[in-house]
């Protein structure tokens, strides 16, 4: 494992499951670790300091360093007070890993805007505010000469990424993820920072329903996701920026962003009519995600015509 000795690292949704696991693995490796977590249900209700607490106390026993933060990262103040008080504590901050995250899932046509809300606010904002204030404290060291080598570490869904049903708010939350790590990417390289971003699989009070029961050896472990923060860390990680890692069990693999596809292109602007015929004439059965055109060739009465 690589060492992380001397370093401060800040993690959000550490009380429990993949949160826990990556407090657990930065201690191992080293870090003094900002145990964050405000405690609520799955749905993002109520609070509760006992997380937190447990995992600094699990830290502690095996010698590690860490304190509890129980601030809701939804809030730019409480982001704020978050990475304050890993200054305050440590002295500096080297790792942010983005991780809190709830759940309200619901068909877009029932959802209402509470939903639609809790979820974009916890994920994304989730993400902003933190990474904003640990940013101004990196630039501020950069500027005054220091040679930084800092990393955030996000966290996005493959139901961002490819899309699941049910999920538009979470979705649309964990494919923003994915973008703002690119574009935290490229603003933070300039002080020496590193924005990476996991779309993990594991198997959590979040998905244990969906997953089922625990196997014994088991790909779907939440601290299979741990090692890989770990590496992201490390200094020789230090060329490794705006990626996007989709990891499940054994596997880590690097997803490609938005790709440009086929193009279409004229000189001037393109009438619609004659728009539509190319179109046609290139996806002559039409083009959808998998499985979509029979359903819409169905609610269609059978009436859309193909090619
Ligand atoms: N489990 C999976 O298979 C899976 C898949 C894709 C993405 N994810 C993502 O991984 C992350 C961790 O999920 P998990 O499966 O460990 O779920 P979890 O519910 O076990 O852990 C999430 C933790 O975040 C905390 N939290 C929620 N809102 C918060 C807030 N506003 N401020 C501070 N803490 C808050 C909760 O109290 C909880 O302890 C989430 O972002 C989730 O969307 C998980």
Wanted: aromatic letters at 6%; one cysteine or more; charged letters at 20%.
């Amino acid at each position: 494992m690589p060492s992380l000795a001397g370093k401060v690292a800040v993690v959000t949704g550490a009380g429990r499951g993949i949160g826990r696991e990556h407090a657990l693995a930065l201690a191992a490796a080293g870090a003094r670790v900002v145990v964050n977590d405000l405690g609520g249900s799955t749905a993002g209700e109520g609070a509760d300091d006992a997380p937190a607490r447990q995992v600094v106390d699990e830290i502690r026993a095996a010698g590690g360093e860490a304190v509890a933060n129980f601030d809701d990262v939804a809030d730019l103040h409480g982001a704020e007070n978050l990475i304050a008080q890993a200054i305050d504590a440590f002295g500096r901050l080297d790792i942010l890993v983005n991780n809190a995250g709830i759940l309200r899932d619901r068909m877009l046509v029932n959802m209402t805007e509470e939903e639609w809300d809790a979820v974009i606010a916890v994920h994304l904002k989730g993400h902003f505010g933190p990474t904003r204030h640990a940013a101004a404290h990196w630039r501020e060291r950069s500027k005054a000469g220091e040679e930084v080598r800092a990393r955030v570490i996000n966290t996005s869904s493959p139901s961002g990424l490819f899309g699941n049903v049910g999920q538009c708010n979470y979705g649309a939350a964990k494919g923003g993820i994915a973008s703002l790590t690119l574009i935290a990417a490229q603003e933070l390289a300039r002080y020496g920072v590193t924005v990476n971003c996991l779309a993990p699989n594991a198997r959590t009070r979040m998905t244990e329903e969906l997953f089922g029961p625990t196997a014994a050896s088991d790909a779907l472990d939440p601290a299979n996701i741990a090692p890989v923060v770990v590496a992201l860390c490390a200094d020789e990680a230090q060329h490794i920026t705006g990626q996007v890692f989709f990891v499940y069990g054994g596997a880590v693999n690097v997803l490609r962003p938005w790709q440009p596809g086929e193009l279409f292109d004229r000189p001037g602007r393109w009438d619609a009519d004659e728009l539509l015929e190319a179109l046609r004439a290139r996806f002559p059965d039409g083009v959808a995600p998998e499985g979509m055109i029979p359903m819409m060739a169905r609610a269609a009465g059978g009436e859309v015509e193909l090619g």
